[in-house]
């Protein structure tokens, strides 16, 4: 589920231009693992649990948030937060008080399943590199975002380059979104572990992903400069814009037929023009440019 909002500035002659929007998503999928039991340690319910248990566990919490109908590719990611829910924590019953600790979100970098998920294991019969995803390969090194957490309520992990960079590079490419893992910076020591809200809580304390960024701009419609046959080639040119791919289709009638694509062209790095070469054969044949 995610809800988005807009900001429209009037520009020159009064012609307003969308400058930003704001999609706000709750996690599609979560879970714990444990370093004990190294199991499945899928909960089911309203909780998923991270930091030092009183005996001795590790815990760490994995979560997904899907953009892929909030943030449209091509958009430019300005900041984002994340805003999870603490609510439980260890008591002092045994006379040692529960420890507060500095929580970091990394970037995952392999897929992962929200039921069979597991300290060995990112899913059923598929290992992660390391236990308890502790490889490089498994998580970025790199934090992506921190909250110091102490007592039960809500925390907001704020908007840092590395986070943006993170939601960035899945809006250009949704199938590289596996996540973050959350982990305690003390997760070995006792009772810093805490249980955050799940996407199974009630919905005023599920986990949220807050994104700010700006729409892509619309694509200028290409416009074809047909050059001289050379070498038995159909030749055409266009002002390609930087960062959109392009796909050249043909069709054997005007205004009669389905276009089939000939060439797909990947997105130039800056504005350039693009020349496109096709075989000349018997009968007419049209073209056309097209980009999303």
């Known amino acids: 589920m995610f809800a988005a909002s807009t900001a429209l500035v009037v520009g020159v002659g009064g012609v307003a231009r969308v400058r930003a929007a704001t999609a706000v998503v709750t996690a599609v999928a979560d879970g714990s693992i444990s370093s004990s039991p190294i199991g ?14 009183h005996d001795g566990q590790i815990m760490r919490a ?11 590719v091509g958009a430019v990611v300005r900041s984002a937060t994340i805003t999870m829910q603490v609510t439980r924590m260890p008591d002092g019953s045994d006379s040692v ?6 929580f970091e979100l990394h970037r995952v970098l392999q897929g992962w399943d929200e039921v069979s998920v597991s ?7 598929v290992p ?11 998580v970025a090194r790199a934090v992506s975002s921190s909250a110091f957490v102490s007592s039960l309520g809500s925390y907001t992990f704020g908007s840092s380059d590395a986070l943006v960079a993170d939601i960035q590079a899945w809006v250009n490419a949704p199938g590289t979104n596996f996540g973050w893992l959350l982990q305690s910076q003390g997760e070995t020591t006792p009772k810093t572990a805490r249980l955050f809200a799940s996407r199974e809580a009630a919905e005023g304390i599920r986990p949220t992903l807050s994104v700010t960024f700006d729409p892509p701009v619309p694509a200028t419609p290409p416009v074809l400069t047909v050059l001289p046959v050379a070498n038995g080639q159909v030749r055409f040119s266009f002002s390609a814009e930087a960062s959109r791919p392009y796909v050249v289709e043909a069709r054997d009638f005007f205004g009669a037929g389905s276009w089939g694509a000939v060439l797909s062209l990947p997105a130039p790095t800056s504005a350039t023009v693009l020349t496109v070469t096709n075989p000349v054969a018997g009968g007419a044949k049209f073209f056309r440019v097209r980009t999303p």
Do not use: I
């Open 97 to 102: 008080p529960p420890q507060n600790s500095l």
């Open 40 to 53: 499945p340690t899928y909960l089911g319910n309203a909780a998923v649990r991270a930091g030092g248990t």
């Open 128 to 138: 992660w590199t390391a236990p308890g995803a502790s490889a490089a390969g498994d």
């Open 62 to 72: 994995l979560f997904r948030f899907d953009l892929s109908e909030a943030v449209p």
């Open 119 to 125: 300290w060995n294991e990112r899913s059923s019969g």
